[in-house]
């Protein structure tokens, strides 16, 4: 495989309450830079097992997990730190800010503990992140003055501060109304169109269309994929897999 994502025969098992239960069987997966997928299964399928090892969040029991050419399955916890601050950025369904601190402030953290680069530099990254996702307005205010569909704009701006080479986001329009899930969807499409690689966990079919590749995922195994599919394609395929 080749890819700036390659998996390749990734199996994870957690034990719970005494029992080992299976998250991934034998799992392979190839993303090319710049590409926009979608991962969708039923719920205990193994999609954001899968997310969090492509993030270096988790390591797999075996198999190997390449991104942007390092390889995740073999770094220690430190390197696996190192290579989320620099390479990775994440988006999750509950935003994740930093309630005591502005909207600038949560975007600029990232970049001030990584260190690469200066001040002024990271500001100006910020205005650009703030302006191309119309938050710049809100650049003073703390999380708990915006809107659901501004906190995730702030997390996306956050998540992109470092210049990752992916972005991972997990159910990130879960916790927003239609409307404001909407935005931040294409939000994501614009940032691909740009170059950014994306990959989406989600539920939402609607949400999934904006990918360019749909895979699907169930009991821990990829059970096929798709291009160019609508909402009802990927609903059908989704309750094709759930009910075996």
Do not use: C, W
Not at 20 to 28: D, K
Not at 193 to 202: S, Y
Not at 208 to 228: K, L, N, P, S, Y
């Amino acid at each position: 495989m080749s890819g700036l994502i390659n998996v390749q025969d990734v199996h994870k098992t957690y034990a719970t309450g005494g029992r080992p239960f299976v998250a991934l069987r034998g799992v392979s997966l190839s993303i090319q830079p710049g590409e926009f997928v979608a991962i969708m299964g039923p719920s205990g399928s193994g999609k954001s097992t899968l997310l969090h090892l492509l993030g270096g969040l988790d390591r797999p029991a075996s198999g190997e997990v390449v991104v942007a050419g390092q390889p995740l399955h073999a770094m220690s916890e430190t390197q696996l730190a190192l290579f989320r601050r620099r390479h990775v950025g994440f988006v999750f369904q509950f935003f994740n800010l930093i309630t005591n601190l502005t909207v600038r402030d949560n975007i600029e953290l990232p970049a001030l503990l990584d260190g690469r680069v200066r001040g002024g530099e990271i500001s100006r990254r910020a205005d650009v992140l703030m302006d191309a996702l119309d938050i710049a307005t809100q650049a003073a205010k703390l999380p708990a003055q915006l809107s659901g569909g501004q906190r995730q704009r702030v997390a996306i701006a956050r998540a992109l501060i470092n210049r990752p080479d992916i972005l991972l986001a997990d159910e990130p329009t879960g916790n927003l109304d239609s409307a404001s899930g909407g935005e931040v969807l294409r939000q994501f499409k614009v940032l691909n169109t740009q170059g950014q690689t994306i990959v989406l966990v989600t539920h939402d079919p609607a949400a999934a269309t904006h990918a360019a590749r749909v895979v699907f995922i169930r009991d821990g195994q990829i059970t096929g994929e798709g291009a160019g599919l609508d909402a009802a394609q990927i609903a059908y395929r989704l309750s094709h897999i759930a009910d075996g």
